[in-house]
């Protein structure tokens, strides 16, 4: 890559979310790109947590990115990045559902292996910095989190998840779900109550939180 390239995704790995769907209106392929990498975590992870198959949020996923480029055209500043490519995400997880027509039996952690048996799949990267000791610890941690957010009834995990796992503002929560911001706020303060009698008796057994 010649210097000026790298110059310029520098200069495009500095600005906020916002100025690179800008830069994408203008035609500029490698902004998406640096919104990609910012995202595709969190998305991932979003996602895996409201329908617990890896294959399938890996698709959702991929879809949403895929729209969020083709429409890049519709969007406008007034509206975070974030908030834009959550709803978009979210509306393919509702589309999906509806085409089951079946109750919301998505929320699963256990993913079935090929001899029958369950096991867990969780998407959090491992640190290469930590000990191994700490690895064990952090994906334990993470297993039972991931399981006591399966246990959340399904009409309070999406705004729970969004909340405390991907860190919106509950003005943005009501944004990608289209629910009123009172009921945004009801629904996470029932899910904390549920998440938290989940864990009491992990803490019991001398599960470190």
């Known amino acids: 890559m010649d210097p000026d390239s790298l110059k310029e995704r520098a200069r495009l ?34 996602l895996f947590r409201l329908i617990g198959d890896r294959d399938e949020a890996e698709e959702i996923a991929q879809e949403a990115f895929v729209k969020a480029f083709i429409h890049s055209g519709k969007y406008k500043t007034i509206a975070k990045f974030s908030t834009w490519l959550y709803t978009i995400a979210t509306n393919l997880v509702r589309n999906r559902i509806r085409a089951k027509s079946r109750a919301p039996q998505f929320l699963h952690l256990w993913d079935r292996g090929k001899d029958g048996s369950t096991e867990s799949k969780p998407i959090d990267l491992v640190d290469p910095g ?54 945004v706020r009801s629904r996470i303060n029932r899910a904390r109550n549920y998440f938290r009698k989940i864990v009491e008796p992990l803490l019991e057994r001398g599960i470190d939180f």
């Open 13 to 46: 790995r500095s600005l906020t979310d916002e100025e690179l769907m800008l830069e994408v209106q203008r035609g500029s392929n490698v902004s998406f790109d640096i919104l990609v990498d910012r995202y595709k975590v969190r998305l991932l992870n979003y």
């Open 130 to 183: 930590k000990e191994p000791d700490e690895e064990i610890n952090d994906l334990e941690l993470s297993m039972i989190i991931n399981q006591a957010i399966q246990r959340i009834p399904a009409k309070y995990r999406m705004s729970f998840v969004l909340r405390e796992i991907n860190q919106l503002s509950y003005e943005e929560i009501a944004a990608v779900t289209g629910l009123k911001l009172g009921t």
